[in-house]
């Protein structure tokens, strides 16, 4: 059975640093892609970053390129965003999810975790 369970999300200022963990378990070997959306009040379910496992290969949303850094541990299978900078509209819930193509659409993606929440706030 797929698990995906987030942590690490808060209450932040514009300009803070947050970084969130994704840990996978249950994953089989061809699932080889592990990404990040996000998703605000009212507002549909939006790609963030991520990373495919065949050419080690990071992919980011403009919204968050430059601010955004993704680090992926096969040994403990965790997915890590570090996020700087952050402003008011990277708000939302964050959820790690898993798949077969590192695509920026979320129905392409399988299985997904409960996600954590992102709150940047002045």
């Known amino acids: 059975q797929v698990q995906l369970v987030e942590s690490g999300g808060g209450l932040e200022r514009p300009g803070d640093s947050l970084r969130i963990s994704c840990r996978a378990s249950g994953r089989t070997p061809s699932m080889k892609v592990m990404a990040w959306f996000r998703q605000a009040p009212g507002k549909e379910r939006e790609f963030v970053a991520a990373h495919r496992e065949t050419d080690d290969r990071t992919f980011y949303g403009d919204l968050v390129k430059g601010r955004f850094t993704l680090t992926r541990d096969f040994a403990k299978d965790t997915l890590d965003l570090q996020m700087t900078d952050l402003k008011v509209e990277d708000t939302g819930v964050y959820y790690c999810?898993?798949?077969?193509?590192?695509?920026?659409?979320?129905?392409?993606?399988?299985?997904w975790g409960q996600g954590t929440r992102v709150t940047v706030s002045s």
């Open positions: 999810t898993l798949g077969w193509q590192a695509t920026t659409t979320p129905t392409t993606y399988t299985y």
